[in-house]
T-cell receptor
């Protein structure tokens, strides 16, 4: 079946602009995660959605970052007033149920802030 | 807080040989999962192998096996009969069993190059 998809694949933006990154999880997966992968670093957790529960935002690095998940499916990660340090690959993952299940990753969005 | 450490930023191996990637972690939890993910240049993170902490038997998936030493908090990955397609970044990851979060905690990765 279809895996996790993300769009756009690559995004170049000017410093100070807002960007939206999209994630389509695997159908039926109730858990959705966003991670950030900076150059030479491992993946850093950003936010976690589980069903209709309030999201766990504990990993968001600043209030410029926000995310929503509509209808328990598609998720959008928004970065306002982008800074150069926001340049990274943003990865989305979904999981069939809650925290104990394996996560399946999308191909990521490479964000470059100039 | 949990941490994952991969002490080898880069490694190389000849095709058909065996290589071991190291991973150590720190946690006060008793129930957790450990994973090795592979990330080729395509950026797609692919699960290689997983280990439940309560299982004493080391996990094996074809050419991939782990050496899980719970007391030492060590979780190394052995790749046998290395193939050119194994060239990738390899990430060790940790997840608490249950709980309200479930996010993976990753090491910084090891870049593996398989040479012909």
């Amino acid at each position: 079946g279809a895996g996790v998809s993300q769009s756009p694949s690559n995004k170049v933006t000017e410093k100070g602009k807002d960007v939206e990154l999209r994630c389509d999880p695997i159908s039926g997966h109730t858990a959705l995660y966003w991670y950030r992968q900076s150059l030479g670093q491992g993946l850093e957790f950003l936010i976690y959605f589980q069903g209709n529960s309030a999201p766990d935002k504990s990993g968001l690095p600043s209030d410029r970052f926000s995310a929503e998940r509509t209808g328990g499916s598609v998720s959008t990660l928004t970065i306002q007033r982008t800074q150069q340090e926001d340049s990274a690959v943003y990865l989305c993952a979904s999981s069939p149920r809650g925290p104990s299940y394996e996560q399946y990753f999308g191909p990521g969005t490479r964000l470059t802030v100039t | 807080a949990q941490t994952v450490t991969q002490s080898q930023p880069e490694m190389s191996v000849q095709e058909a040989e065996t290589v071991t990637l190291s991973c150590t972690y720190d946690t006060s939890e008793s129930n957790y999962y450990l994973f090795w993910y592979k990330q080729p240049p395509s950026r797609q993170m692919i699960l290689v192998i997983r280990q439940e902490a309560y299982k004493q038997q080391n996990a094996t998936e074809n050419r991939f096996s782990v050496n899980f030493q719970k007391a030492a908090k060590s979780f190394s990955l052995k790749i046998s009969d290395s193939q050119l397609g194994d060239t990738a970044m390899y990430f060790c990851a940790f997840k608490v069993d249950g709980g309200s979060q479930g996010n993976l905690i990753f090491g910084k990765g090891t870049k593996l190059s398989v040479k012909p």
